[in-house]
């Protein structure tokens, strides 16, 4: 019977485990995630949305965690427009960002020029912009457009059910879309178009407001699990999963396997073979969906709708098996064929509009590519409202006019990228501006520009922007010490190769070198790439030096080496033993004057001992069980005072708790 009982006990642990091993799947960051643009290796932590860019308006986050906002309604007042890009932060009647907690995620998604966003901070979730647009307007009030928190189906974070801000992992935005991906894997969607709730559910005045956890088609229907992304469109989703598994779901989709049809669960998508998925991506021409893969090894799949050549492959057909683009032209000798060595796709995924299906691409020499639709110059092709075929490096500049500094040349190393529905933007290395190409109106080009005009060339003479992920400065950490300590920098750095980091005390990479940096003082310090790594050198990072919080022994590991408490009134010494003849003398206070102490020893001639015991004397205490947690001895084969804690004798002579 105990055999049974014992069985029964293990596979009930094993259950258990198995299932907090799922839970804690691990895939999420928090602040600024750089494993994205160009700088991209896992694909189970991809950030996809440090840029994002709807018709006409644009959301960034930043180095430090925050996000700003600009372009057509993306004043806190939902109509207004803000003409360059703005902190997402409560301030002033015309950017009145009224949210409590810290910000984790934004989306947005529009329709033609109308516009709706969300931010998600640890206090729960807020929309503001035009009612409709992102989620539905059975939700927010259609009374008002402002920045507000919204609760869904009585969750007053406007979260599914069992889902905290931050259990979410992504958050990913288009026409009437709204999808998360939580930490632990789960596949959440609110939408009121397309047919993409992923649970058989149909979209009417009841379900378009609440949340639906994606489920798959296998029998019995059981939740999709293990997700690390969800791209899509306004009609349909696409999952990858951390067993690099994909997954679609909703109006017209593929799965490499014969023609577009609605899915009301999520169906597996045969990967290429011999392909192991980085990125995925989704971009569509009315309903037509179209589907991009990137693998690891730099080669780019790409099915569905090509009615705008969005596929790549030199035809205007649907594709209803995976087709990789290809170069069907030389240009500036990049020769013809499959183009591959890619490390970033940006398809126009969060705007709704006919024919502005299109992607942008960068390879590993950061190189810009581009094609599809060029409605409203967005390509920076020739012809507006025309499709075209791979196109190198567009938007670029007259090769010819040197003249020029603030426009697209050949010899510019892009390091990211995003497609909007009107327009495209790129950040050029070691530059803290961003480039604009394409229509221009209602201060998209965040530049304080309201005219409405077009940009047929790449333009640079935009706001700051320092996006996170886009390689201005080594990878570092703050670090802490001890009061007594001094500060070793080469323990902040976090590159692959520390010799690549130099020091410095001001934010100029022309400032001197500091030399020592194996002891210094708390206060801030910078680093910069050198200039021997090749890297760029225009914005340093910034690290701070300081003392631990006193006090709080979970943050504090000096905490046992504080100086004692010698002052204040209360918790006075009683007890006390002196050879200085103080005791029984009414104008010295002693002992009480030694504050916090249970007994006062005193003498300057006399030294204190404790007992003196050696290892093995000591271990004879422990085994026989008469070791009590605080019981002190001086070891005198080690030659250090020891101190009984946690089941074992501790030598007390570093800065930590025993």
């Known amino acids: 019977m105990n055999n049974y009982i014992n069985t029964f006990f293990a596979v009930i642990l094993l259950l258990m485990v198995s299932s907090t091993a799922y839970k804690a799947q691990g895939y999420c960051t928090s602040g600024c995630n750089d494993n994205t643009f160009t700088n991209t290796t896992d694909a189970n932590t991809v950030e996809y949305d440090n840029l994002i860019s709807a018709f006409h308006a644009s959301i960034a986050k930043g180095k430090d965690g925050n996000f700003k906002i600009w372009g057509q309604n993306s004043a806190s ?14 301030g002033d009647a015309r950017v009145h960002f009224n949210y409590t907690g810290t910000p984790l995620k934004a989306a947005a998604g529009s329709q033609n020029s109308y516009h709706q966003f969300a931010l998600l901070t640890t206090d729960g979730l807020y929309t503001w912009g035009v009612n409709n647009i992102l989620i539905s307007d059975l939700i927010t009030d259609v009374v008002t457009q402002d920045f507000r928190k919204i609760a869904i189906d009585g969750k007053a974070d406007g979260l599914p059910a069992g889902v905290a801000p931050t259990d979410v992992k992504m958050m990913f935005g288009s026409y009437l879309t709204l999808a998360i991906v939580t930490c632990s894997g789960e596949a959440w969607v609110l939408s009121s178009t397309g047919a993409k709730n992923g649970d058989n559910t149909t979209q009417n005045n009841v379900d378009n407001k609440i ?21 899509g469109t306004s009609n349909a989703l696409f999952a990858l999963t951390s067993t690099g598994k994909l997954y679609t779901w909703g109006t017209l989709t593929y799965n490499n396997s014969g023609t577009a049809t609605t899915r009301v669960y999520a169906t597996e998508v045969s990967v290429p073979s011999g392909a192991v998925p980085r990125m995925i991506g989704m971009t569509q021409n009315g309903t037509g969906q179209s589907y991009y893969l990137l693998a690891t090894d730099g080669k780019l799949y790409c099915m569905g709708d090509n009615s705008n050549k969005q596929l790549g492959d030199g035809t205007n057909v649907a594709k209803t098996v995976w087709v990789q683009p290809q170069k069907m032209v030389d240009q500036y000798g990049q020769g013809t064929g499959p183009l591959e060595n890619i490390v ?69 190393e892009v390091i990211a990228v995003e497609t909007g529905g009107h327009s495209t933007m790129n950040i050029k290395k070691c530059s803290q501006s961003f480039g604009y190409v394409g229509h221009i109106t209602n201060g998209s080009m965040g530049n304080n520009n309201f005219n409405d005009e077009i940009y047929i060339d790449y333009n640079y003479s935009t706001d700051v922007l320092i996006v996170c992920g886009t390689d201005l400065g080594p990878k570092i950490q703050n670090l802490k010490i001890c009061t007594y300590q001094t500060a070793n920098l080469n323990n902040s750095i976090q590159e692959a190769i520390p010799s690549d980091v130099e020091w410095h005390a001001t934010n100029d990479a022309n400032s001197p070198v500091l030399s020592n940096i194996s002891a210094v003082a708390p206060g801030t310090y910078y680093a910069f790439f050198s200039v021997a790594s090749g890297k760029c050198r225009t914005v340093g990072s910034i690290v701070t030096v300081s003392h631990y919080v006193p006090d709080n022994q979970s943050v504090d590991p000096c905490i046992c080496f504080n100086d004692a408490v010698t002052g204040g009134a209360d918790h006075d010494t009683k007890l006390g033993i002196t050879l200085l003849k103080r005791a029984g003398k009414t104008d010295s206070n002693w002992p009480m004057a030694r504050k916090s102490g249970h007994i006062a020893l005193e003498s300057n001639t006399k030294g204190f001992v404790v007992t003196r015991l050696t290892t093995a004397q000591l271990d004879v205490i422990k085994n026989a069980g008469n070791a009590v947690e605080g019981m002190m001895s001086y070891d005198t084969t080690v030659n250090c005072m020891k101190i009984y804690s946690d089941g074992d004798w501790k030598c007390f002579n570093t800065p930590s708790c025993p």
């Not at 639906?212 to 791209?231: F, I, S, Y």
């Open 77 to 90: 007042s939902g109509a207004g427009d803000l003409g360059k890009p703005t902190l997402i932060v409560p």
């Open 211 to 231: 949340w639906h956890r994606v489920k798959t088609d296998d029998v019995g229907h059981p939740n999709l699990e293990n997700v690390v992304a969800m791209r």
């Open 344 to 412: 970033w796709i940006s398809p126009n995924e969060h705007s709704y509009q006919a024919d502005i299906a299109a992607i942008n691409v960068i390879t590993s020499n950061n190189k810009q590519w581009g094609w599809g639709s060029n409605k409203g110059f967005m390509l920076g092709a020739a012809n507006p409202n025309s499709f075209y075929n791979l196109i190198y490096m567009p938007g670029l500049g007259d090769p010819m006019d040197v003249t020029v500094t603030d426009d697209l040349d050949l010899t510019d």
